[in-house]
């Protein structure tokens, strides 16, 4: 595990006579819940180790790719074609989401499914948002069980709502 990528975000869509958007995003002390989080699973875990022990953490802003790569509706894609996926190492994983993403970039048409994430991502994830990059200082038994459990927050902080009233 070189890193995770946790995406803390919501969108709310109000539409009364004008419309309205609420964005949530992380901050420092997103980062401070997290690592109380940490904390908490290595105490219940009976282990000596703090979240800054094993841990860097800063805000981060992804780019274009990036945006489709950490969205729901690539990693769904991911797993329902590609079915060893959820199984396999985070390594592996982001370097066959990388390789799926610069196929599909390629092609001219894009597939159906592809075109339908760029327009999803451009529309709400284009707005600005901040993720929380946890990355790992090295490698411990304490560390797999702790990320195992991180890799899961990703979709903990991913809320969508809209109202057509």
């Avoid at 860097?56 to 950490?70: A, D, G, R, W």
């Avoid at 990388?98 to 048409?109: A, G, I, L, Q, T």
């Avoid at 790992?136 to 109202?163: P, Q, R």
Wanted: proline content about 1%; aromatic content about 14%; some cysteine.
């Amino acid at each position: 595990m070189k890193e995770i990528i946790i995406s803390i975000h919501s969108i709310t869509d109000t539409i009364t006579n004008s419309s309205s958007v609420t964005y949530v995003m992380a901050n420092k002390q997103s980062i401070n819940t997290v690592k109380d989080l940490i904390n908490a699973l290595f105490k219940v875990s009976n282990s000596n180790y703090t979240a800054e022990d094993l841990f860097e953490f800063e805000l981060f802003k992804p780019n274009e790719k990036e945006n489709v790569l950490y969205s729901e509706m690539f990693c769904d894609y991911m797993e329902e074609n590609y079915h060893e996926f959820d199984k396999m190492e985070w390594k592996n994983r982001n370097a066959l989401m990388s390789k799926v993403y610069d196929e599909e970039m390629n092609k001219n048409p894009k597939s159906d499914w592809f075109q339908e994430i760029l327009n999803y991502v451009e529309l709400y994830y284009e707005q600005g948002d901040i993720f929380i990059k946890v990355k790992a200082k090295n490698e411990t038994e304490d560390l797999k069980v702790v990320t195992g459990i991180l890799s899961n927050l990703h979709n903990l902080f991913n809320y969508e709502s809209s109202y057509d009233g």
